[in-house]
């Protein structure tokens, strides 16, 4: 009690601070989203994600050497697929000479130890940008299941340490540790999108992979029929505990600003890794603000992340991972 105790005394000096600080951002703490594109020689920029970049293969490369040399230990790849590419039943994603396998082994070959995951959906690969097969207005969950542990062995067989289902599909991950394990891939780990909530914030990244849902009659016009309702909580939980039994290794929230809440409640439930997304649309207005003169980037950039890290994120995927471990030194 006041005035035996006074909070402010250990907020004394820098040194104090850091010495009772419970938080503090590591390189070990993320996961690199690196876009991948056809061609070579291609640094592309993208709009509404100013200073990140989609990298041709052997671009791709010499990022991935570069991450590994700043101390950053896993990347999770997307591709950009080709228009010519796309269908509505994902059998681009199938193929072993494909632009994800491809890259998958570029990146293998080039840092060995570097800890590799992919996103697996069907949505780059969707000429409706849907995560599933549609059919008759609606996205089929059986089907698409079906392909997506496909697509699951597809990256395993060139190599992937881990694969990471985003479509929110119900059972996938079920079928895909199946579909693992029948094909010899006991050690391929599954990093589940479990709370994955049907988001505005992630516009920027769809303009990145050219891979938002298309106007159509009879297409649904988001995602709202497989994502999770914003205003749930509950639900949340058992996704999350679904997945776990199902055989997920890492269970993901995502995005995360808005979400800590679930990040914490997850993270205390649940006796496995938690990894949270800051998605394309968070890392986009702390840009936009900046750019404006509106916010100090650096201050909050690292004070979002060490708020998604303290909530109980033990992995963060993030935009901002090379931007953070620079500035650590
Ligand atoms: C694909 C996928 C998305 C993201 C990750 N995987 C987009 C979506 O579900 O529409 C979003 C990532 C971001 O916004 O940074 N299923």
């Known amino acids: 009690m006041y005035p035996i105790q006074r909070n402010r005394r250990l907020r004394k000096s820098a040194a104090l601070r850091s010495l009772v600080r419970e938080t503090t951002l590591t390189p070990q703490d993320f996961i690199v989203p690196l876009f991948v594109v056809e061609g070579e020689g291609r640094k592309e920029a993208i709009a509404s994600m100013p200073d990140y970049y989609r990298y041709s293969l052997d671009l791709l490369k010499k990022e991935v050497l570069e991450l590994w ?15 010519g590419l796309k269908d509505n039943t994902g059998k681009a994603a199938l193929d072993a000479e494909g632009l994800m396998q491809r890259a998958i082994k570029t990146v293998k070959e080039a840092v060995p130890e570097l800890f590799v995951m992919t996103d697996v959906a069907l949505d780059p690969y969707s000429i409706y940008g849907h995560d599933g097969i549609v059919k008759d207005g609606k996205i089929l969950n059986d089907p698409s299941v079906e392909v997506l542990a496909e697509i699951a062995c597809s990256h395993a067989q060139a190599g992937v340490d881990m694969v990471a289902p985003s479509d929110m599909m119900d059972g996938r991950v079920f079928r895909i540790r199946q579909a693992l394990d ?8 599954i990093m589940s999108y479990s709370a994955k909530y049907a988001s ?3 516009g920027p990244f769809r303009d990145a992979l050219e891979s938002a849902p298309v106007a159509g009659r009879n297409i649904p016009k988001d995602k709202a029929t497989y994502q999770m309702d914003p205003a749930n909580r ?9 997945d776990i039994a199902e055989g997920a290794d890492i269970v993901m929230v995502k995005p995360g600003l808005p979400y800590l809440d679930i990040v914490r409640e ?5 006796q ?7 998605v394309s649309g968070e890392y986009a207005m702390i840009k936009a603000a900046a750019e404006k003169g509106w916010l100090d980037h650096d201050a909050v950039m690292m004070e979002q992340l060490t708020g998604i890290k303290r909530a109980g994120a033990d992995l963060i995927a993030s935009y901002f991972a090379k931007e953070v471990v620079s500035l650590l030194g």
């Open 182 to 189: 029948e094909g010899g891939f006991q050690d391929t780990g």
């Open 272 to 278: 496995v890794p938690v990894s949270v997304y800051q």
């Open 234 to 242: 509950i639900e949340a939980l058992k996704e999350t505990q679904a």
């Open 200 to 202: 505005a914030f992630y």
């Open 69 to 83: 040399e700043m101390g950053l230990r896993s990347v999770l790849l997307f591709v950009k697929v080709p228009d």
């Open 266 to 270: 997850v993270k205390d439930h649940f």
